[in-house]
């Protein structure tokens, strides 16, 4: 660890509080001895191990496979997991006991009869205990999400359940006939439409083995190699703390798949050396929440969310994250020019090059431990299934290991980072259970083409319009919920309306699943924003719309995949249609950053930077004359730049300034 890293006030109870305070995935119990630790333990470590043989052997039919994960999962929530969070709690009371039975006992008896079952749904004839199990199922999943994934996702879906069983005392528009107790609980729980459906079939394939990667990453050292990495290449840059914030959380949190454990983790020292270098507190905590939400649209893993959206639209996982490269570069453009444009305004120093790391000992130290990533980008590249990739990852991290005596996984650092693993996937798998069972009753009831119609209805058939109306819905449908299971329900619900005017599905689910993810950041539920601020002790708003400031770029990025889909790597017809896209998105990007800040390389007066506001929209926009427009507005500022710039400092030749 760094000289910089090791002054940096750190408080690992006052991380704690802030993480318990917006994600309720970190209100756990404190286990570390008897029992029940043991218990946790060998949960983890077998439901690991089983995940592991079956990558490599293949799983077992659906249903089965599926219940297993979730009755495991479910079963370490109620034991991890009070009813009702008190700090310091470490008992688990006769009620958990009773929950965890009951969620054992669902996955059991899914194992136990399931060629019974099987016959008896082949004829769609549930029996009673089939019934009775399903409630059972149903009431586990609802209490084990409410504990570990929080309200918000938990009053969504109950409410989904009381449509479907009400529905025929809903306005005109989402009227349905009603549902009865039998076919909701048959539907929920003896199909693979509802709580087994797509959501928990990739938590329990894809996502739970990425978990598991990330895990044995960490067990290894690549969280403090990406910051160290960051720290020895931007460090010393004008305001460096903070790109060096934007860099190490953007690839940490691709991996980790969660934007507040990032921003909590990585933010509780970026944090505190953006503010030692001169930016303001609610600044460096926005910085720090924009970088991690971000995190979850970088190629490779994209928080896991790219297996998902494979998996849904049919499409091999290999396109997705080469679609995906070009739109997270220019969200992380604007980012980055926005902290250098902040630090060159207020001429914030970065730091000195004596408390950083030299960059060829990071590299020395663990440059090894990229290989396992490498190798896993080029698998899935090659077209090699996740599956395959994400196995052979985790078997190659813990033998480059071994590279160093500093990064060398044993055996207690190999079952350590499988209990890890499973430990960071509870969340996800019980948020996916839950989702399983909102887009149950949305397919049972005839809800999405309803809310679709009413989308159509808004936007009156006009494109921009109803891509408006779509954002807020998606935005306000991703409000506290992990991007997972807001991917699930936006591609569910706000999707169909642009793919019913002709948007391209893969274009489509791209769009929803950018402004989900941007929920985060968007005021007024913006928890990574009020994570951020919580370190930085700002005010929560002000971060919130700092972070809606940064994130900027991301609005408008997925507009552009509507109006110019080449972006995405969509309807290309040659290299040079996307070079050009790339290169005049890029430089908007740019002018929409220094037109933000009101600087570029000097001061830019309000109407000056109001006039380069407009060329970088224009330039954004797709087409030739816009292009052209742009370019020529975005030229007069340069030029007026360069002369402001010159008069400033008249011993300096024009053509000498940087």
Not at 401 to 424: C, Y
Not at 516 to 544: D, E, Y
Not at 610 to 627: K, Q
Request: glycine share 10%; aromatic share 10%.
């Amino acid at each position: 660890m760094t000289n910089a890293i090791k002054e940096v006030p750190e408080t690992i109870e006052g991380q704690e509080e802030i993480l318990q305070k917006y994600d309720s995935e970190s209100r756990f119990r404190k286990i570390d001895h008897g029992f029940w630790r043991w218990a946790i333990f060998a949960l983890s470590v077998g439901l690991a191990g089983y995940h592991l043989y079956t990558a490599y052997f293949g799983p077992l039919d659906a249903l089965r496979h599926r219940s297993l994960h979730t009755a495991i999962i479910a079963a370490l929530v109620f034991i991890l997991y009070p009813a009702f969070y008190k700090k310091g709690s470490k008992k688990v009371t006769p009620i958990d006991m009773i929950w965890m039975a009951a969620a054992l006992a669902t996955g059991g008896y899914m194992i136990i009869d399931y060629q019974g079952i099987a016959e008896r749904m082949s004829i769609y004839m549930p029996s009673g205990v089939d019934i009775a199990f399903g409630l059972l199922t149903i009431a586990v999943v609802i209490e084990g999400g409410r504990r570990v994934a929080g309200n918000a996702l938990t009053i969504l879906t109950v409410l989904f359940l009381l449509y479907a069983f009400f529905g025929q005392y809903f306005p005109d528009l989402f009227k349905h006939s009603g549902k009865d107790l039998e076919d909701i609980v048959t539907y929920m729980y003896l199909s693979t439409e509802g709580i087994y459906g797509i959501a928990i079939s990739v938590s329990a394939s894809y996502i739970i083995l990425f978990i598991l990667f990330g895990a044995f990453l960490n067990r290894s050292g690549m969280g403090q190699f990406f910051t160290d990495i960051s720290l020895s290449i931007a460090g010393h840059t004008s305001g460096g703390p903070a790109k060096v914030a934007v860099v190490s959380s953007g690839l940490l949190g691709s991996i980790n798949g969660s934007a507040l454990a990032n921003v909590v983790t990585t933010g509780a020292f970026t944090i505190p050396l953006m503010k030692r270098v001169g930016y303001k507190p609610e600044f460096a905590g926005a910085v720090e929440a924009t970088a991690s939400v971000g995190g979850q649209i970088i190629p490779p893993v994209m928080g896991a969310t790219a297996f998902i959206m494979a998996e849904t639209l049919g499409m091999p996982y290999n396109q997705i994250a080469l679609a995906a490269i070009l739109p997270a570069f220019l969200y992380y453009l604007g980012i980055i020019c926005i902290v250098h444009f902040r630090a060159k305004k207020l001429g914030l120093r970065g730091m000195s090059k004596e408390e950083l790391p030299n960059l060829w000992q990071v590299f020395k130290k663990g440059g090894h431990l990229l290989i396992p990533i490498v190798v896993l980008i080029g698998m899935l590249i090659a077209g090699k299934t996740p599956l395959y990739a994400a196995f052979y990852a985790i078997v190659l991290s813990i033998v480059v290991s071994w590279f160093n005596k500093e990064t060398r996984m044993g055996p207690k650092e190999i079952l350590g980072a499988m209990e890890d693993g499973v430990r960071s996937a509870l969340g996800v798998a019980m948020s996916c259970a839950m989702v399983g069972l909102i887009v149950g009753v949305s397919t049972l009831t005839g809800l999405g083409p309803k809310l679709t119609q009413s989308i159509l209805v808004l936007g009156q058939g006009d494109m921009f319009l109803t891509l408006v109306f779509t954002m807020i819905a998606c935005i306000i449908m991703g409000m506290g919920l992990p991007s997972i299971p807001t991917y699930i329900i936006t591609a569910t619900m706000a999707a169909p309306a642009l793919l019913e005017l002709g948007v391209a599905p893969f274009v489509t689910h791209m769009f929803v699943f950018y402004f989900g993810i941007l929920a985060n950041v968007t005021p007024p539920v913006a928890l990574a924003a009020f994570a951020g601020a919580g370190i930085a002790g700002a005010s929560p708003n002000k971060t919130g719309f700092e972070a809606l400031r940064l994130a900027l770029s991301g609005f408008i990025i997925p507009y552009i995949f509507v109006f110019s889909p080449v972006i995405l790597m969509q309807d290309v017809t040659s290299p040079l249609e996307v070079a050009w896209v790339a290169a005049t998105a890029i430089i908007g990007i740019l002018g929409l950053s220094a037109a933000l800040e009101r600087y570029l390389i000097a001061d830019l007066p309000l109407p000056l930077a109001a006039l380069c506001l407009a060329g970088s929209v224009t330039l954004i926009i797709p087409g030739m004359w816009t292009d052209i427009i742009g370019l020529g507005i975005l030229a007069l500022v340069l030029i007026q730049q360069l002369l402001a710039r010159s008069k400033a400092r008249p011993d300096i030749p024009t053509s000498k300034i940087v």
